[in-house]
């Protein structure tokens, strides 16, 4: 029995060693093959990938965390894939990188390198790749950002923000010579990391550019938009600040704009949506916007019994949802609340016709509402229409249908919106527009 367990052990102890030896002489591989591409770049192209290959399968092997040399040469190896990337795209038109995720992997290797050197000359060592390596990762990011493709442009900014940081504080130049590149670097790299779905990083890399009094208002902007969830009195004072440095920007007002919609503050709105359309008169948003106040304002002086005011409010919404249409022909959300704005009047219309008696003067009135009130609905029923053929799968839209053709008589039309109107509600959905 103590033999087969001396055996057993013994096997075991071989297949360790047998395993470490693979290791090194994968390593050996890695390194020989990388000073035979260094030799002839063009002549023994193939030695790179060999690097690569060897190099990767001795991390496979075995744990070499704590492994200087070998650290060293996988940041070798991957910062000169980096660069053939780099060369082949800038001197033989190849279109897109083929190495993307070598320069993260350099840097991870550069980082465990340095915190394993003892010596100054190793440390200087891994810096000078380092030093390398950096221009092409700012390449690739800057690469991924032509083509608007910000997910992947984050990883490689991100790197060159974390090697920079390597270099500065191992008594290295920065990479970002002129002033506010740094800056600049950071804002682009957190707006990127947005897009990638890491609000955390770009959270604080922009809390970072709003402590240094950044000049670039999209970082109050986009702060602003990260933190009024959790704190509208905080991130209402980094707008201000925002506003403070640029007042005539366009963004931090939007912003702004947005909060007093959430908010329900029609008062605040009017006079900041005005301020939004001479700053940008051709955006048809804002007009569309201003018509929603207005016809919120309306309703309100309706309920407040202010009929001056409610018609001078109706006739304010109605004018900014037409503007909407003059830039914007196509735009749902005026057809549907200049459709609304009247159907919504005729209801109210209806509602009075409703609690009136039966004595002459209230059959009277009712004979006038009842006028009024199908020419309100015959107004409201080509915005509606068209707001139909625009989005079939709106049911309030289908709902305002529905009513309207019921109340002109038109029962055909109006069970065909009710029909129409149960598929929605059903969870199906609307291939076609009615109208088509």
Known sequence: MKFKIFSILAFVFAAVTLHAQDTKELLKTAAKALSAYNLDQAGNADKLLEAKEAIDGAFQSADLSSDYKA??????????????????????????????????????????????????????????????????????????????????????????????????????????????????????????????????????LLMDLYESGSKEPGVYSQLYTLKVEEDEEGAMKILKKGQEIDPSNVELLFAEINYYIKQGKFDVLEEKLKLAIEKDPDNPSVYSALGNVYMNLSETAAKEGDETKRKEYFESALSYYQQTLDRDPNSFDAHYSIGSLHFNQAAEKTKEMQDLGLSKDDQARYTVLEKETAELFAKALPYFKTAEKLNPQDMNTLIALKEIYARQDDFETSNEFKTRLETLQSGGQIEKSYFE
């Not at 190849?94 to 992997?105: F, L, R, S």
């Not at 840097?107 to 394993?116: F, N």
């Not at 002129?178 to 955390?200: F, P």
Request: net charge negative; proline share 3%.
């Open 71 to 204: 650290n060293l040469t996988k940041a070798k190896v991957n910062t000169e894939l980096m660069a053939k990337d780099y060369l082949d795209m800038n001197l033989k038109g190849k279109e897109a990188p083929e190495y993307k995720g070598t320069g993260v992997m350099a840097l991870e290797a550069i980082q465990t390198a340095l915190g394993l050197a003892e010596k100054k000359f190793q440390s200087k060592e891994v810096l000078k790749i380092l030093g390398e390596l950096t221009p092409y990762l700012s390449y690739l990011g800057n690469y991924f950002i032509g083509g608007q493709d910000y997910p992947n442009a984050f990883e490689p900014l991100s790197a060159v923000l974390t090697a920079n940081n390597l270099l500065t504080s191992n008594g290295e130049k920065s990479v970002f010579e002129v002033d506010g590149d740094l800056d600049n670097h950071k804002y682009v790299t957190a707006v990127c990391a947005l897009r990638a779905d890491h609000e955390d990083v770009a959270e604080e």
